[in-house]
């Protein structure tokens, strides 16, 4: 949903000032704030926890003469190499035009934040020129390609580890032991 | 696409595209189901992003040999048509398809005034995003691991029934042989 500038920059200057959650469901909301793909969670998991559209494959891993443990383990690690190629394909989706920032000099942005902040916030002049600067790296971000791309190439560089101990995984687990 | 695969979340496999891409790798190995099924499915989408970084190695590059034939990138020039039209005209140019008259003047004109021609003018902006061109690399090299691993993968899972009855006669063998010499054993003890 696409908001005003001026709720944006009163939204930005009010988190300033923000405390942070009070309440016990606010405090666990924002504990997965910084959650960003859940992979390590699935490094982790035990192999009993193969999620339900998964036993099909359990079974067929079974019938082609795995071990119940076997099997259980490679569709696990088949589990964790679908997240990340999940992760992979969310990471390059575009973003919609809806949610861009407006691609503004960075002094229309200082001048905008300036004329339309909220007296109750109380900004001082660095705040100010802090969230103008914010507001302008965000559009000039949104609006260039090849910044774009950029970022995109960077959140794959950071799943890399992920998709490399997943795919080693999947291999080390489709050998059938002797 | 097989029915026992796994569910994305994204939904990048609705996008024609990555349908016809996977369809596609999916048949050359006889349309399996199943375990493979998946295998072959993760094994396409490696195939996908090598496809993919390969076109985004070239847009950046073309990126970069536009902004310094421009002398502006793309945001900060705010004059995004001219951007544009270079850069078409470029990615043309370099893909070796025929420009129209106007592109072409275009970039000769450019050329000229910047004292670029096409091979120094690659090799320039190459050298200006180098650092991200070789993260695009290593994506590229993990994405040819990724098929190596992922084809031995599905070679173990496809020999695994013939693997598995293998070892279950190598089992019986052992188990007559035992019974043989516990046998022979007891034959000899009984002639003493």
Known sequence: MKISISKLIANRSN??????????????????NSTRHGLNSLLTQQQSEVGRDFSSLVADAIGRGY?????NAL???????????????????????????????????????????????????????????????????????????????????????????????????????? | MTDSKLSSSSGYEDSPDYQQHL???????????????????????????????????????IAQMTTILTDASVYVSRNEARWLETAEALSALVAGSGLENDAANLIEDLMVQGQHNLASLRSEAVSRV???????????????????????????????????????????QLELQ????????HLEVDRQ
């Open chain 1, 15 to 32: 988190a300033l000032r923000s405390t942070g959650p009070r309440s016990e469901l606010g405090k666990r909301r924002s504990a997965a």
């Open chain 2, 178 to 185: 035992i019974q043989k010499a516990h046998e022979d054993q």
């Open chain 2, 23 to 61: 369809s596609k790798v999916i048949a050359d190995y006889d349309h399996p189901a199943g375990l493979i099924g998946e295998l072959v499915a993760q094994l396409a989408d490696a195939f996908w992003w090598i496809n993919v970084y390969r076109r985004d190695k070239e847009q950046i590059v």
């Open chain 1, 75 to 178: 569709v696990a690690t088949l589990q964790l190499g679908r997240a990340v190629i999940d992760a992979k394909h969310r990471a390059y989706q575009e973003k919609p035009e809806s949610e861009k920032v407006e691609a503004l000099t960075r002094r229309e942005w200082i001048r905008i934040v300036r004329d339309t902040q909220i007296p109750e916030s109380q900004m001082r002049e660095s705040d100010i020129r802090w969230v103008g600067n914010l507001m302008f790296k965000c559009g000039q971000q949104d609006h260039d390609p090849v910044s774009q791309l950029g970022v995109k190439i960077e959140e794959h560089r950071k799943l890399m580890r992920y998709e490399q101990r997943a795919v080693n995984q999947i291999r080390k687990a489709a050998r059938i032991k002797k």
């Open chain 2, 130 to 172: 180098l650092t991200k061109i070789d993260t695009v690399d290593r994506l590229i090299d993990r994405q040819f691991k990724n098929v190596k691993l992922l084809m031995q993968a599905i070679e173990s899972a496809r020999f695994a029934p013939e693997l598995h009855k293998k070892l279950q006669l190598e089992v019986e």
């Open chain 1, 67 to 71: 071990s119940e443990r076997d099997a």
